[in-house]
């Protein structure tokens, strides 16, 4: 396996974890837990539901063999992604490329599919930068006058970019303000295409939030062109203020609305909404929500080729995991993906026996130690710069810096590998519009993957 010059494989990382708990452990919330977490396992698919098997798989170290660390263990897989005859993930030997570095405590980047080649950096303190190939980053929005972002789970999160961005040119937002509720906002380019207004904000959603953690923050546009926005259950732990499996409150879910049908009203419910007419268990559900159950959904990814959603759900003491939605059910929604009835795919807390009927089974989990504290969801990597790697779904660890790959093998078997082992505070992956997939570091700088 090969390395960036910060990309350091080692066993023995304690100080960059400390570092990182001091930090503000971005995702990983109050979880009343006393030390570091453990490596991902790939879980069981809600279609058909299974129950997880553990496997073990060796320490992270440089790897000549295909790897089985603490890591993912494989069930029943989502449907598999198309795959050509070429090594597979298990054979390939990536780098880190830096792309810019010097940032302030970067927490995602992505493109605004435009064609220009800028990718769009978001910084938690409530700054966008965009960067052009060559060229010093520069400021393209700045609101750290409204953003309130003293928490560690706190600040600007998300930016999404609607499809049409060139003739629509306007943009989303997901902040916490002041007050430490959180804000889902409009705002608009104008002559300049490197600066947005910072005085075109035009509010689309405001939640209420009870505690300064479990923001959710992610913003993502689907390929039915509606706005995806994952809440969290409100914060403190152990659901205390009971929002997950609570259909009248729009926190601990996945909500579809559109944004875009309608720009004098924040928002239109659309009509595929699952719950417009239909009830929950004899209650009625908010039109908004498009799924329940979901801890502090960090971030959530589309597949660019197939329309599939992955999402990571960060855990409360145990467990990490990973949810996948086949397109055909993305349109219908309606699912509930378990929180806090289950931790992952166990009963939560695991000593009370729990219902499983109709919750969402994930296809990986792993367990929160040997250094690991939050599940950072990525893509499914459909890039140029690393073939190995096509149509294996990249997810990280927030504290650990590990980076692993889910993936289909030719004989429909499901498998996770260890990509790299780096010392990294991994708060993002992104994507630019070619499908070159990147990691962001919360200390500062963004990198692109590549395979050597």
Partial sequence: MATSRRTVVSLHRLAPILLVAILGLLLAGCRGREGPGSPPVPVAQPEPTATATPTSSPTPAPRTEPETQVSPTPLPSPTP???????????????????VEGLERPIFVTHAGDGSGRLFVVEKAGRILVVREGEEPQVFLDIRDRVGSRGSEQGLLGLAFPPGYPERQVFFVNYTDRQGDTVIARYRVGSDPDRADPASEFQVLWLDQPAA????????????????????????????FGNGQNPATLLGKMLRVDVLRDPTVGYTIPPENPWIEATWNGQEVRDEIWALGLRNPWRYSFDRLTGDLWIGDVGQDRYEEIHFVAAERVVRGGLNFGWPIMEANHCFPEDRPCDRTGLEIPVVEYELKDG??????????RGPDAP??????????????????????PGGTPRTTLLLDTDLAISSFGEDQEGSVYVVDYRGAIYRIRAE
Wanted: charged letters at 15%; hydrophobic letters at 35%; glycine letters at 16%.
């Fill in 81 to 99: 992604s198309p795959t050509a005859t070429r090594p597979g993930p298990e054979e390939a030997h990536l780098i880190l490329e830096p792309v």
């Fill in 372 to 381: 690991n504290c939050a599940v950072v969801a990525g893509y499914v990597y």
């Fill in 388 to 409: 190995p790697l096509e149509g294996s779904f990249l997810f990280a660890d927030f504290c650990s810096g590990r980076i692993w790959s889910y993936w289909v093998d």
């Fill in 213 to 240: 953690n479990h923001n959710g923050g992610m913003l993502l546009f689907g390929p039915d062109g509606y706005l995806y926005i994952g809440t969290g259950d409100g914060g403190r732990a152990n659901d205390v």
